[in-house]
Each structure stands twice: as structure tokens, then as C-alpha cells.
């Protein structure tokens, strides 16, 4: 699917999404990564679901966001919850959904002013 929103000058937004990529401005990632306003960082995450550690968490966590979208490939999977516990204990809201879903609504998110970072597995 691709987006027909404008870009937000200076932010990094999903412009298009398909079956084992995403688009972020313009720019093809087929790998995991982490998108926020600012930082952008491809290769970020495990393979599946299944895969995710602490490591991946903390990677989340120093982006200081106020909600994290997590998007659990093509499928929709919760992570173990003892792996999240850091986000919840930091007050950091956790969404898990899709990894489709999970771009549409950073967008949404993004475009509201929210700090939201969304970390994709992109499987």
C-alpha cells in the first residue's frame, strides 16, 4: 500500500508498506527497524516475534518515547509480557498490533505530535 499523506518536513513517516518491507520516506527497509520523529535505525530487532530479548527493549527504551508501537510482522503476536515489563514500569505505553497497523497508526501518531516510536519486525 502507499501513502498519499505529505510528508512532515524533517520526521521520518511510512510512505508505503508491502509483504516484507515498509518505506520510510521513500527509502525501502526489508529488515527490522525502529522508526521515530528523528531517528531512524534499520536493522533493529529480531526475525520473528519469538526472537525478541531485553537488548531489543532497551534499544526501544533509549529513544525515550511516550508510546511504542510494536509491529509483530504480517501476523499479529504478543511478546512474552515479562519482556515489555521495562516500557510499563518506565510509563511508556506498549501497543502491539501488525506490522501494517503499526505504520499506519505512527503516522496518525506522529501527525498528532506525539513522541512514538514504532519498532518493526518486518518479516
Not at 59 to 84: D, Q, Y
Amino acid at each position: 500500500m502507499k501513502f498519499e499523506r505529505e510528508t512532515i518536513a524533517g520526521q521520518n513517516v511510512f510512505t508505503a508498506y508491502g509483504d516484507g518491507w515498509v518505506d520510510v520516506n521513500g527509502a525501502r527497509l526489508t529488515a527490522g527497524a525502529l522508526v521515530a520523529a528523528r531517528d531512524l535505525v534499520p536493522g533493529w530487532g529480531p526475525a520473528s516475534i519469538d526472537l525478541l530479548e531485553a537488548s531489543h527493549v532497551e534499544a526501544i527504551a533509549s529513544l525515550a518515547p511516550e508510546i511504542v508501537l510494536l509491529g509483530t510482522g504480517r501476523t499479529f503476536r504478543f511478546p512474552h509480557p515479562a519482556l515489555l515489563a521495562p516500557l510499563h514500569e518506565a510509563r511508556v505505553g506498549v501497543e502491539v498490533m501488525d506490522t501494517r497497523a503499526a505504520c499506519r497508526t505512527y503516522n496518525i501518531l506522529l501527525a498528532e505530535g506525539r513522541r512514538v516510536v514504532a519498532a518493526l519486525i518486518v518479516a
